[in-house]
DNA sequence: GAGCATACCTACTCGTGCGTAGGGTTACGC
DNA sequence: GCGTAACCCTACGCACGAGTAGGTATGCTC
């Protein structure tokens, strides 16, 4: 008999995305435990089951999420940082991309990034991430150093590429809990840290020459 | 009639540290919301009611944790770097007690850490804490920098501070997870990147000339 | 050695939230 | 215009885990 329905029947490629949308918006909200099935279907605008019907269970919800925010991200860093242009002006663009997006994405990736560390079964995931972008840094500074005909042991190179991607991602965090603050400044000071901090040390300087 | 009771009647005070003990190996093996008040019972060799008549509920429990963990941190650090030193020795004696520290409790503190920053009810906590660590940080960077009749605006100081901080726990999780590291050698590697970086740029050094 | 506080237990209640069973309706191909 | 597949729903079952009720034993004090 049909009173004109409420909902409109829409096809499956964009009720996922509405659900990953809503996924992501209460994971990060409340984090993944205490997130709700039921939450997520009623802001996506839909039914329990549905969800399950499409991306199945929670763990695997979050992973998709996970999935899709990552791939965004990575790819809007690799399309600014041209692999032709000199290192520090891809360290620059990149860095520039990645607050961008995180400004762009405030509650939405930040949080859900801090989510993922915590949770064993996810944590994985996300350090396969980190060890990609680990390896692209440690990547640049290696290819600057050997442009000035310099070399410096791997481990270092990983080493140092690891805390600055760890600063990195520190300030990010800084700048998703502060709505005020500018994603371009951010960068700038980032890259100074970085690229001056980093360019220092690589370069034969050392604060106390290690004794052990 | 008594068959000697199979359980030692412990004072109050032992018990609970008993209890403390279990809840972080528990919190920090499967996360907050995932650990059950029975396995933390269970493996502080108690019974659950004893545990909710000492520390109470579970978020009482987890942020009793965080208490104390974090306090222990704080004094070996602040143990450590006696402020009447120079700034760049403080700065060193600071990383190693809190390498140090992190390499002692591996898997204790670093994943309890971790776990705080996801879900709300503690981030507040953990903030505090960091608010703290990089006060004291940007502190001596502005200490070491008056000394040279230097001067640089609050806000950069605390951002490069903030930067540091973030470094540094990056590299906390990374010696974490690498039971074979070393806490001295990576203290000695966080302690160049912060030096050296922070210090070149808050000399005025910059990368390139903030165009906004 | 009686009284009392403290340490300690077993065995429940009850809410919450994941995942599903089973069924209805709209569109699209033929 | 009719079958069939895709879309969508209202319920539920069921497990798990937080927190509690109510009681027992042990040691300490006077």
């Known amino acids: 008999m049909s009173t004109a329905p409420a909902f409109k029947r829409l096809p499956r490629a964009v009720r996922e995305q509405q659900m ?3 996924a ?4 990060s909200r409340r984090g993944f435990h205490a997130a709700s099935m039921d939450e997520i279907a009623e802001d996506a605008g839909i039914s329990k089951p549905m969800v399950y019907a499409y991306l199945g269970t929670k763990e695997e919800l979050f992973v998709a999420c996970l999935h899709r925010e990552g791939t965004r991200m990575m790819q809007a860093i690799a399309g600014a940082a041209a692999p032709d ?3 520090d002006e891809r360290l620059w663009r ?3 991309a990645f607050f961008g997006f995180v400004g762009a994405y405030r509650d939405g990736w930040a949080v859900l990034y801090r989510q993922a560390r915590g949770e064993q079964p996810f944590a994985g995931e996300l350090a396969t991430m980190r060890a ?3 390896e692209v840094v440690a990547g640049m500074l290696d290819h600057a150093l050997r442009a000035e005909g310099r070399e410096v042991a791997g ?3 990983e080493v140092v590429a690891y805390a600055l991607v ?7 965090d800084w700048l998703a809990d502060h709505p005020e603050a500018d994603p371009e400044k951010t960068a700038t000071r980032m890259m100074n840290v970085a690229w001056l901090g980093a360019g220092q040390l690589l370069h034969g300087v050392t604060w106390r020459p290690a004794s052990d």
């Open 94 to 96: 990149g860095l520039r």
């Open 20 to 22: 990953l949308d809503a």
């Open 166 to 172: 760890g600063a990195t991602e520190s300030l990010a």
């Open 155 to 157: 481990t270092d190179l």
């Open 85 to 87: 242009l000199p290192a």
């Open 132 to 134: 990609r972008l680990v």
């Open 24 to 27: 992501v918006k209460v994971f």
